[in-house]
Structure formats: structure tokens, C-alpha cells
């Protein structure tokens, strides 16, 4: 009351409280003529009504509630960011964010009176202080990332609380270790950008939320200058221009369908069969052909190499790629892009279905999927495979990468070389067990050396452990590498046999539940650098980022390679073994007997059993003729009863 009789400014009050009945209205304008309040110097607005209007044209706002609320205010954060000075009172969840005098201008909440210094720091003679102004823009700077960080630290323990991160994750940094405490405005800066209007059409705003304001005031005759500006390039759809089409719409479906029964009564000639014949024709030619092959298969024609990404579920579909040198193959039934030729490993390995089986052989599931009678689904020379956690971490090939490995592949001709673009981290100090030691809680080399002794049938006293070089060069990991086909089914099958030797109850890897699921995940990651060492293959490290190739464990420095445990005829026959005890029905002795189940059972015994069975079934044939034939000529023919 002071400031309206003193200050020569004009100084009106908006109040924005309670509801908007014409009671409360008249009880509200009661109270400040008593109060003594000058007439038209006091306005109320219901909480109801839109309060992004009242801030386009307040000047200062005062927040007069004392009550202690969970959170910062809303009013005031809005405030804020329209660069409005604010007055609060000083209760905790303000004080926690905004300082007095900087971002603000606070009051003591016990005693309400003292908001009248507030007043004072912000209102001069003729208008708002420049301290109003520095304060209210360090206000809007601080709005814009107040609740950032509380925001961020709430997603983070959320996620943690329903997420479980399997064995082959890297698990996540803890909220406390957060140190980005702003938000990204960037991509959203420069959509506004694209998306903000003329100045006309600003103007044309500004002058509906003056008429909506100034409409609800009784005392108020300001109108509009109709040349100033023409609105009615503006107009929007009323609720009646809406009923309207909506009714246009309901009469178009009337007609539609009174249309389509007349034409269904109307009597049509009949046609004749040269007609009928000719339509036939033409809807089979119509017709996509039932042995066409898809886009995808098209577009991988004369191409030298696919790459598999495997994935599980919709979540990986952003990291995946597109193109014909990229093939998605999904570990969940059903779970396959639309509108791709991705390849569903479920349904071509059985064993996928059940959920303990994907768990335990991981992306491993999907290349057997793969291997299981390859001809059907992939017929290039080159194969390769690529974990969809590539692409999330940044490591996944780049198009001159790309180019270069097409290149290659479409030159060269070699039978025992592997590419890989997925290093491992390794250090001068650490050699490759040590490091998968530290991967798998320190069992990896017992779990291995235990699989190797048990899959040659070596005796404890004898070295069950193929050694790895430390020589400085990289080695694979994440299932990120190009082979040629053939090298690629030699290692599916040592993978298999090794696998057969793995007892999968006695998981140490794990520390929870989803960690045991998933048990051998990254020590099958692994696998590959074991086999293509051992087994004289070259391996070449390319840099997913500038295309370039490095031979790495030159074949020349090898001097301990056990070449004799790998050698393509010793694993053939070793694969033939089971396969003729899983034939003959012999079970090992385990519970569950995984190596039937991951891929085609085939020995010479299978094929020799199929041939006999074919030449029973000839002379048999051969048999019956001949018995018919004698009894013809013995009998002659027969007449058979009419009727039969």
C-alpha cells in the first residue's frame, strides 16, 4: 500500500490465487478497497487460469507462500526463465538452489514484512533498478540447469534399482561420479531455431494474449488497429470448423458404403471362359513369384563378404546397420526389424528356444544358428559377425574401414587369415591369460585348461593350457571379425567340442543371478584368438576408424603353437566320435548333453545306414514287380467289379 500512494509509477498488483467464482472475485475487490487500495491497482486471476499470459506482462513477481514444499516452485522456476526478478521467502528448498541478491531477492519467511526491503532493492524512482536486471538475468542462467543434476541422479537410481547387468556388460559409472551438471541444449536450440515463427506471427501472439488479458477486465475498451496487421491469415480451427469436417467425413462414409451395396444388387454378365482364363493369367503374373528372393538377398549378390550383427531384442535396433554388407541376426523369437531380411536364430536352432540355452551360449547362439546348415542362408565366401555393443561403443567400422575390407575381400583369396576391428585392452605388463583372469574373476584359465584336458582326455600331469605370446599386438574381442567360410565352420566345430567339455552348473564367473545366466559369455569372446593362433591362421588387426590393416602374432614367431591339438582331421574325427554316440543313443553321463543340440549331427555311419536303407527299399520294389508280373502272366488281367 505503501508503494501504491508513494511511487508515481503506476504500480499495479496481480494476484494469482484461489478459484475464479464471481463470489470469491467480489470478497477479493471487497478486501483491497478496504485495505485501502486504489482503485484498478489490484487485479485477481484464479489458479486456474494460464499463468505463461500473466508473465508476458509482470514485472516483478512475489512468491507469498511460506509453506515448505518437496520441491523448488514451479512459479518461480518459470519466472525465472523469463528473466523476471523474483521475491521469495527463505525456506530451505529455495535456498538450496537460488543465493539472495544474486539470483535472486529473498526475505526473512518468519517475518512477511520484511519483503518491503525486498521491494526496495529492486523499484527505484522510475522504474526497476539495474540490479533488478543483472539479477534476473543470473536468475534465467540458473534456471536453465537448476534441476539438471537432481534430475540425472533420480534416472540413475532408477535404472539401477530394475536393471541387472549381465557378465559381459561394463557396468555403468555411479551417480556420485557424475560431473555433468547441465543439460545438452544444444539439439534443442537449433530445433527451435527451424522451428520458430516470424516476427509477424510473434506480434500476432503478443496481441491474442493482450485480448485474452484485457477481455476479462470489465473496465477495458482497448481494441485492436485492424490495419495494423491482418490476423486473419492467422485464424485457427474453432470447435465448429471441427464438427463440421467431422460430419463432411461421416457423410463420405455413408455414400461409400451405399455405393459399394448398389453395386453388389446390379446383375453383371457373365463371362466367358477365354475371359475368365485371361484374368487368371493376369493375377498370376501379378503375383510375386514364390522362389523370389528379397531386397536384401538382391542387394548382397556378387558381394564378397556379410557381416552378421547380432542383437536381442528392439533395444539394439539404433545401433544396428543398413546396407548390403550388414545382415542383423536376432537371439529373441519374433524379435526382427520390420521391413528387413534380418535372420531369426530361434528358428533356425531349436535349442534357442529354451531360455537356459540362450542365456548360457550367449551371442555364441546366434553363429551356431549361422552354422546349422549354412548353405540356406548364407552362400559367400567371406563370413563375419559383430556384436550390436559395437556400434554403443563407438568401435564398429566407419565407411573407408568398410570399403577397405570389401576391397580386400573381393582381391584376395586366402583360406587361413582373420580379420578383427575389436581390441582388447591389454597392457605391456599383462599377457592374454592374465588379462582374461581379470575378465572372469580369476577363473578364466582354470575353466579353460579344465574344457582343453577334458576334450583330448589329457592326463593331470601334463600341460592342459595353450600358451599365449605376450608380444604386444592385439587381440579380438567382441565377437567383431571377418573369416573365410570355410575357416568359420572349422572353428564353429572346435567351438562345439570345446563347449561339449564345459559344465555349465559349476559357474564361479557369476556374483548374481543374471551374472550366472550368462556365465562363459566373455570367455567365449575370446575363443576365437585361441583357435586362430594355435590353428596357423593369419590375423590381421584392422582400425575401424581409418581403414588400416596390420598383421599381428606374425606366423613366422610362433615358436610354441600346439598345431597338433587343432589340426582340422584330429577335430574332424573327434566331431564324428559324438556324433555316433549321439546316433547310437550313448549318453555321456551328463544330465544335459549340449553338443547334440548345437548344430547338424553327421558321421559315415549316417550316411552309410541311409545308403543301405535305399537299396533295401529298391529291391523290395523290385520284388513286388516281380511277383505282380508272374501273377499276370499266370492269371492274365483282371476285371475289376463296377462300381469299385
Request: glycine fraction near 6%; charge should be negative; include cysteine.
Amino acid at each position: 500500500m505503501d508503494m501504491a500512494r508513494t511511487k508515481k509509477l503506476g504500480v499495479q498488483f496481480i494476484f494469482f490465487c484461489g478459484n475464479g467464482t464471481d463470489a470469491y472475485n467480489s470478497a477479493f475487490q471487497e478486501l483491497a478497497s478496504h485495505m485501502g487500495f486504489p482503485d484498478d491497482s489490484v487485479k485477481h486471476f484464479p489458479m486456474t487460469h494460464d499463468i505463461g499470459n500473466l508473465l508476458m506482462f509482470v514485472d516483478i513477481v512475489l512468491y507469498g507462500s511460506l509453506r515448505q514444499e518437496p520441491g523448488f516452485p514451479p512459479l518461480l522456476l518459470r519466472s525465472m526463465s523469463a528473466e523476471i526478478p523474483i521475491i521469495a521467502p527463505n525456506l530451505t528448498v529455495i535456498t538450496k538452489y537460488v543465493t539472495d541478491g544474486i539470483h535472486a531477492f529473498l526475505f526473512n519467511s518468519g517475518d512477511p514484512s520484511t519483503a518491503a526491503s525486498a521491494f526496495m532493492r529492486i523499484l527505484g524512482e522510475k522504474g526497476l533498478l539495474d540490479t533488478a536486471y543483472s539479477v534476473a538475468l543470473e536468475g534465467k542462467l540458473l534456471s536453465k540447469n537448476m534441476l539438471a543434476y537432481d534430475c540425472i541422479v533420480a534416472h540413475v537410481k532408477l535404472l539401477e534399482s530394475v536393471l541387472h547387468y549381465p557378465s559381459d556388460a561394463r557396468l555403468p559409472l555411479s551417480f556420485s561420479q557424475v560431473k555433468e551438471r547441465t543439460w545438452l541444449w544444444d539439439p534443442f536450440e537449433s530445433k527451435a531455431a527451424l522451428g520458430n515463427s516470424s516476427s509477424e506471427d510473434k506480434r500476432h501472439i503478443h496481441i491474442r494474449i493482450a485480448g485474452i488479458l484485457l477481455g476479462e477486465s470489465a473496465q477495458s475498451n482497448w481494441t485492436i488497429d485492424s490495419d495494423s496487421n491482418d490476423t486473419s491469415s492467422y485464424d485457427y480451427p474453432s470447435q465448429s470448423d471441427w464438427d463440421d469436417l467431422s460430419e463432411v467425413e461421416i457423410f463420405e462414409d455413408i455414400e461409400m458404403r451405399e455405393m459399394e451395396e448398389i453395386d453388389e444388387r446390379v446383375e453383371k454378365p457373365l463371362l466367358t471362359w477365354d475371359e475368365v482364363y485371361r484374368n487368371a493369367r493376369k493375377s498370376e503374373r501379378m503375383k510375386p513369384e514364390g522362389n523370389e528372393r528379397d531386397e536384401g538377398e538382391l542387394e548382397r549378390t556378387g558381394q564378397p563378404v556379410c557381416i552378421y550383427e547380432i542383437y536381442r531384442g528392439e533395444g539394439a535396433w539404433p545401433f544396428l546397420h543398413h546396407g548390403s554388407l550388414y545382415r542383423g541376426i536376432t537371439l529373441s523369437k519374433g524379435g526382427r526389424r520390420p521391413r528387413s531380411d534380418d535372420v531369426d536364430a530361434v528358428m533356425r536352432l531349436s535349442v534357442l528356444e529354451d531360455t537356459y540355452y540362450r542365456d548360457l551360449l550367449c551371442e555364441f547362439g546366434a553363429m551356431f544358428a549361422i552354422a546349422n546348415r549354412i548353405d540356406t542362408v548364407h552362400k559367400l565366401p567371406w563370413i563375419g559377425f559383430q556384436s550390436w555393443r559395437a556400434a554403443g561403443r563407438k568401435v564398429s567400422l566407419s565407411e573407408s574401414a568398410e570399403e577397405t575390407l570389401e576391397k580386400t575381400m573381393a582381391e584376395e583369396n586366402h583360406e587361413d587369415v582373420i580379420y578383427y576391428w575389436v581390441p582388447m585392452d591389454t597392457d605391456q605388463t599383462s599377457n592374454f591369460w592374465s588379462m582374461c583372469d581379470c575378465l572372469n574373476a580369476g577363473h578364466c584359465r582354470t575353466l579353460f585348461e579344465d574344457a582343453f584336458r577334458n576334450m583330448y582326455g589329457l592326463p593331470e600331469g601334463v600341460a592342459a593350457l595353450p600358451p599365449m605370446p605376450n608380444d604386444g599386438d592385439y587381440w579380438s574381442t567382441l565377437h567383431s571379425w571377418v573369416m573365410p567360410t570355410p575357416s568359420f565352420l572349422k572353428f564353429i566345430m572346435f567351438t562345439s567340442l570345446n563347449g561339449n567339455n564345459t559344465e555349465p552348473a559349476s559357474c564361479l564367473l557369476g556374483a548374481s543371478l543374471p551374472q550366472k545366466r550368462h556365465c562363459y559369455c566373455r570367455i567365449l569372446e575370446i575363443l576365437v584368438n585361441i583357435w586362430a593362433y594355435h590353428s596357423g591362421r593369419k590375423m590381421v588387426y584392422l582400425n575401424p576408424v581409418t581403414g588400416e590393416s596390420k598383421e599381428q602374432h606374425l606366423r613366422e614367431e610362433r615358436n610354441e603353437m600346439w598345431v597338433k591339438f587343432f589340426d582340422f582331421t584330429l577335430l574332424k574325427s573327434m566331431d564324428e566320435d559324438l556324433a555316433e554316440e549321439a546316433d547310437d543313443g550313448m549318453h555321456p553321463g551328463k544330465d544335459q548333453w549340449l553338443w547334440p543340440l548345437t548344430g547338424q549331427v553327421f558321421w559315415p555311419g549316417i550316411a552309410d545306414r541311409e545308403r543301405e536303407e535305399k537299396y533295401i527299399k529298391k529291391l523290395d520294389k523290385k520284388l513286388k514287380s516281380k511277383v505282380k508280373l508272374l501273377e499276370r502272366q499266370k492269371l492274365g488281367y483282371k476285371q475289376k467289379p463296377l462300381g469299385q
